[in-house]
C-alpha cells in the first residue's frame, strides 16, 4: 500500500435526499428566495453547491433529511413554478461524505486524490464541493461501504 494522506477526520450524514435545481435565472435574490422556502418550512440544508451550466443558467445542488421533504413535497413544485428552472431532481437515498483538515489548503490536488480513489472502483459521486478545510461528496446510500474503502486506501484519518 501507498503511503496515505492523513485527514483530521471522515464525518457522515444519512437519511438524505439530493435536491436539484438546474437551469434558473441568476436574478437577483433567487437563490435567496429558493432556499428561503426551505427555511421557512424549517428544513435544515446539509449541503449546498451553486454553478453555472453552458447557457450561463445556475445549477444549484443541496441534500435536505428526507423525511423533511417527504412531508413538503410541495415546496418542489412551488419552486418550479415561481423560479422556473428547467428541472427539479430530487436523488434518494444519499449519504454525504466529509473528509476533513487540518491545513487542506496547504495540501495540492487533494480533490484530485479523492477522485483518484472513487475512480479505482467506479463509484459516481454525484456532487462535490470542496472548502479550505473540507472536501464532501454526495453520493448513494448503496456506495457507501465502497467509497469508505476507497478512501481509505488514499487518506487516512483517526478511528
Known sequence: MSIRIPCGGLMERHDLCLVEVLGFDWLPGAACG????????????????LGNDAQGDKNMSFCVKTDKLAANRDILDAVSREYQPSKVEVRAPVVILTLYGPHFSERPALVRQVFSALCVDGIQAQTVASSINSISLVIETLDRDRTVRCLEEKFSWPA
Open 34 to 49: 429558493i432556499l428561503g422556502m426551505f427555511a421557512d418550512r424549517d428544513i435544515t440544508l446539509s449541503y449546498l453547491s
